[in-house]
Protein backbone atom coordinates (compact mmCIF):
# COMPACT_ATOMS: atom_id res chain seq x y z
CA UNK A 1 0.00 0.00 0.00
CA UNK A 2 1.19 3.45 -0.54
CA UNK A 3 2.46 5.99 1.92
CA UNK A 4 0.50 8.94 2.43
CA UNK A 5 1.59 12.03 4.69
CA UNK A 6 -0.01 15.34 4.92
CA UNK A 7 0.60 18.62 6.12
CA UNK A 8 -0.27 20.24 8.79
CA UNK A 9 -1.83 17.53 10.75
CA UNK A 10 -3.79 20.03 12.13
CA UNK A 11 -4.47 23.97 12.51
CA UNK A 12 -6.69 26.59 14.02
CA UNK A 13 -7.26 29.40 11.45
CA UNK A 14 -9.78 32.67 11.93
CA UNK A 15 -12.50 32.94 9.65
CA UNK A 16 -12.08 34.72 6.64
CA UNK A 17 -8.26 33.40 5.99
CA UNK A 18 -7.18 30.28 3.56
CA UNK A 19 -5.03 26.87 4.35
CA UNK A 20 -3.26 25.35 1.76
CA UNK A 21 -2.97 21.54 2.85
CA UNK A 22 -0.51 19.53 0.87
CA UNK A 23 -0.44 15.69 0.42
CA UNK A 24 2.32 13.60 -0.65
CA UNK A 25 2.24 10.05 -1.78
CA UNK A 26 5.67 7.69 -1.80
CA UNK A 27 4.80 6.27 -5.78
CA UNK A 28 3.41 7.77 -8.73
CA UNK A 29 -0.42 7.64 -8.57
CA UNK A 30 -2.89 8.13 -11.13
CA UNK A 31 -5.89 8.49 -9.23
CA UNK A 32 -6.23 11.06 -5.90
CA UNK A 33 -8.89 12.88 -4.21
CA UNK A 34 -9.36 14.88 -1.33
CA UNK A 35 -12.58 14.15 1.11
CA UNK A 36 -13.85 15.94 4.01
CA UNK A 37 -15.34 14.46 7.19
CA UNK A 38 -17.28 16.57 9.35
CA UNK A 39 -16.92 16.26 13.40
CA UNK A 40 -18.92 13.16 13.77
CA UNK A 41 -19.81 12.31 10.65
CA UNK A 42 -18.91 10.32 7.25
CA UNK A 43 -16.42 11.18 4.73
CA UNK A 44 -17.84 13.07 1.70
CA UNK A 45 -16.28 13.04 -1.45
CA UNK A 46 -14.49 17.26 -2.42
CA UNK A 47 -13.26 16.63 -5.54
CA UNK A 48 -10.54 14.50 -8.01
CA UNK A 49 -7.20 15.61 -8.58
CA UNK A 50 -6.31 15.39 -12.13
CA UNK A 51 -2.77 15.67 -12.88
CA UNK A 52 -2.08 18.41 -15.19
CA UNK A 53 -5.65 19.41 -15.55
CA UNK A 54 -8.45 21.03 -13.55
CA UNK A 55 -9.75 19.14 -10.36
CA UNK A 56 -13.23 17.63 -11.17
CA UNK A 57 -15.93 18.57 -8.38
CA UNK A 58 -18.77 16.65 -6.62
CA UNK A 59 -21.67 19.10 -6.33
CA UNK A 60 -22.11 20.95 -3.81
CA UNK A 61 -17.89 21.83 -4.02
CA UNK A 62 -16.54 24.47 -6.75
CA UNK A 63 -13.31 25.62 -7.61
CA UNK A 64 -13.46 29.48 -5.85
CA UNK A 65 -14.03 27.49 -2.41
CA UNK A 66 -11.03 24.57 -2.76
CA UNK A 67 -8.85 25.63 -5.93
CA UNK A 68 -6.60 21.88 -5.95
CA UNK A 69 -3.08 21.80 -7.31
CA UNK A 70 -1.70 18.16 -9.03
CA UNK A 71 1.62 19.08 -10.37
CA UNK A 72 2.21 15.48 -10.79
CA UNK A 73 1.77 11.83 -9.80
CA UNK A 74 2.74 12.18 -5.93
CA UNK A 75 1.80 15.49 -4.60
CA UNK A 76 -1.37 17.72 -4.72
CA UNK A 77 -2.16 20.48 -2.28
CA UNK A 78 -6.06 21.50 -1.41
CA UNK A 79 -6.80 25.07 -0.08
CA UNK A 80 -9.54 25.85 2.17
CA UNK A 81 -10.89 29.54 0.94
CA UNK A 82 -12.14 32.59 2.66
CA UNK A 83 -12.91 30.01 5.67
CA UNK A 84 -15.86 30.42 8.23
CA UNK A 85 -16.76 28.06 11.35
CA UNK A 86 -18.65 25.70 9.34
CA UNK A 87 -15.46 24.70 7.17
CA UNK A 88 -14.20 22.96 10.42
CA UNK A 89 -13.35 19.23 9.50
CA UNK A 90 -10.62 16.79 9.01
CA UNK A 91 -9.58 16.32 5.01
CA UNK A 92 -8.07 13.44 4.11
CA UNK A 93 -6.48 13.29 0.43
CA UNK A 94 -6.84 9.44 -0.69
CA UNK A 95 -5.16 7.52 -3.39
CA UNK A 96 -6.04 4.64 -5.26
CA UNK A 97 -3.43 2.01 -5.84
CA UNK A 98 -3.10 -2.46 -7.03
CA UNK A 99 -6.51 -3.60 -7.29
CA UNK A 100 -8.77 -0.41 -7.29
CA UNK A 101 -7.77 -0.28 -3.23
CA UNK A 102 -7.96 3.08 -2.38
CA UNK A 103 -5.69 4.44 0.91
CA UNK A 104 -6.26 7.35 3.28
CA UNK A 105 -3.18 9.81 4.44
CA UNK A 106 -3.69 10.66 8.08
CA UNK A 107 -5.52 13.68 7.76
CA UNK A 108 -5.73 17.56 8.24
CA UNK A 109 -8.11 18.07 11.46
CA UNK A 110 -8.98 22.44 10.50
CA UNK A 111 -10.68 24.63 13.40
CA UNK A 112 -11.69 27.52 11.90
CA UNK A 113 -12.80 30.52 14.93
CA UNK B 1 -26.56 8.07 -7.23
CA UNK B 2 -25.72 5.30 -4.79
CA UNK B 3 -26.80 5.39 -1.22
CA UNK B 4 -24.67 3.43 1.23
CA UNK B 5 -27.23 2.97 4.84
CA UNK B 6 -25.17 1.31 7.89
CA UNK B 7 -26.02 0.34 11.66
CA UNK B 8 -25.78 0.00 13.85
CA UNK B 9 -24.40 3.64 14.67
CA UNK B 10 -22.92 2.31 18.12
CA UNK B 11 -22.27 -1.23 19.08
CA UNK B 12 -20.69 -1.85 22.62
CA UNK B 13 -19.27 -5.99 23.21
CA UNK B 14 -17.45 -7.39 25.63
CA UNK B 15 -14.16 -8.49 25.28
CA UNK B 16 -14.10 -11.79 23.50
CA UNK B 17 -17.71 -11.66 22.26
CA UNK B 18 -18.36 -11.02 18.14
CA UNK B 19 -19.64 -7.88 16.62
CA UNK B 20 -21.39 -7.64 13.57
CA UNK B 21 -22.03 -4.52 11.35
CA UNK B 22 -24.07 -4.22 8.62
CA UNK B 23 -24.70 -2.09 5.09
CA UNK B 24 -26.95 -1.50 2.50
CA UNK B 25 -26.97 -0.16 -0.30
CA UNK B 26 -28.83 1.11 -3.69
CA UNK B 27 -27.09 0.94 -6.38
CA UNK B 28 -26.91 -2.86 -8.31
CA UNK B 29 -23.90 -1.73 -10.37
CA UNK B 30 -21.85 -1.33 -7.36
CA UNK B 31 -19.27 -4.25 -6.89
CA UNK B 32 -16.95 -3.26 -4.93
CA UNK B 33 -17.44 -2.51 -1.04
CA UNK B 34 -14.26 -1.97 1.36
CA UNK B 35 -14.17 -1.59 5.11
CA UNK B 36 -12.23 0.89 6.58
CA UNK B 37 -11.79 1.53 10.38
CA UNK B 38 -10.58 4.73 12.16
CA UNK B 39 -9.11 5.63 15.62
CA UNK B 40 -9.47 8.68 16.53
CA UNK B 41 -7.02 11.12 15.30
CA UNK B 42 -6.33 8.95 12.27
CA UNK B 43 -7.24 8.31 9.36
CA UNK B 44 -9.85 5.65 8.09
CA UNK B 45 -7.41 2.33 7.42
CA UNK B 46 -8.27 -0.24 4.61
CA UNK B 47 -8.97 -3.77 6.93
CA UNK B 48 -11.06 -5.53 4.13
CA UNK B 49 -12.75 -5.47 0.77
CA UNK B 50 -14.50 -8.02 -1.17
CA UNK B 51 -15.77 -8.02 -4.88
CA UNK B 52 -18.96 -9.00 -6.03
CA UNK B 53 -17.61 -12.37 -7.82
CA UNK B 54 -17.55 -13.56 -4.35
CA UNK B 55 -20.17 -14.07 -1.62
CA UNK B 56 -17.47 -14.00 1.71
CA UNK B 57 -13.81 -13.03 2.37
CA UNK B 58 -12.12 -14.00 5.25
CA UNK B 59 -8.65 -12.86 7.02
CA UNK B 60 -7.94 -13.87 10.66
CA UNK B 61 -10.72 -12.78 12.77
CA UNK B 62 -12.00 -10.14 10.29
CA UNK B 63 -15.02 -12.02 7.61
CA UNK B 64 -16.94 -9.80 5.34
CA UNK B 65 -20.01 -11.20 3.95
CA UNK B 66 -21.99 -10.08 0.20
CA UNK B 67 -25.66 -10.61 -0.68
CA UNK B 68 -25.83 -9.32 -3.83
CA UNK B 69 -29.91 -9.93 -4.63
CA UNK B 70 -30.29 -8.65 -1.16
CA UNK B 71 -27.99 -5.47 -1.83
CA UNK B 72 -26.59 -5.88 2.07
CA UNK B 73 -23.21 -6.40 2.73
CA UNK B 74 -21.56 -7.49 6.64
CA UNK B 75 -18.87 -6.92 8.42
CA UNK B 76 -18.05 -9.74 11.28
CA UNK B 77 -15.10 -9.28 14.07
CA UNK B 78 -14.86 -12.63 15.76
CA UNK B 79 -13.01 -12.85 19.64
CA UNK B 80 -13.13 -8.57 20.25
CA UNK B 81 -10.17 -6.83 21.77
CA UNK B 82 -9.88 -3.51 23.44
CA UNK B 83 -7.74 -2.17 20.28
CA UNK B 84 -10.81 -3.02 17.79
CA UNK B 85 -12.31 -0.03 19.51
CA UNK B 86 -12.84 2.54 16.37
CA UNK B 87 -14.89 3.95 13.94
CA UNK B 88 -16.14 1.67 11.55
CA UNK B 89 -17.36 2.45 8.18
CA UNK B 90 -18.52 0.57 5.21
CA UNK B 91 -18.75 1.63 1.29
CA UNK B 92 -19.41 0.82 -2.07
CA UNK B 93 -18.33 1.70 -5.39
CA UNK B 94 -18.31 0.45 -8.79
CA UNK B 95 -14.63 -0.62 -9.26
CA UNK B 96 -12.76 1.52 -11.94
CA UNK B 97 -15.20 4.23 -11.09
CA UNK B 98 -12.90 5.27 -7.77
CA UNK B 99 -15.64 6.81 -6.44
CA UNK B 100 -16.12 5.53 -2.82
CA UNK B 101 -20.08 6.02 -1.25
CA UNK B 102 -19.39 5.62 2.69
CA UNK B 103 -21.88 4.48 5.01
CA UNK B 104 -22.91 7.15 8.35
CA UNK B 105 -20.16 4.84 10.33
CA UNK B 106 -20.35 2.90 13.28
CA UNK B 107 -18.58 3.34 16.72
CA UNK B 108 -17.77 0.10 18.35
CA UNK B 109 -16.51 -0.43 21.73
CA UNK B 110 -15.19 -3.64 23.22
CA UNK B 111 -15.15 -3.84 26.41
CA UNK B 112 -12.47 -5.19 28.48
Known amino acids: SAVISQKPSRDICQRGTSLTIQCQVD?????MFWYRQQPGQSLTLIATANQGSEATYESGFVIDKFPISRPNLTFSTLTVSNMSPEDSSIYLC??????????FGPGTRLTVL | GENVEQHPSTLSVQEGDSAVIKCTYS??????FPWYKQELGKGPQLIID?????GEKKDQRIAVTLNKTAKHFSLHITETQPEDSAVYFC???????????FGTGTRLTVIP
Open chain 1, 27 to 31: SQVTM
Open chain 2, 50 to 54: IRSNV
Open chain 1, 94 to 103: SVVGAADTQY
Open chain 2, 27 to 32: DSASNY
Open chain 2, 91 to 101: AASIAGANNLF
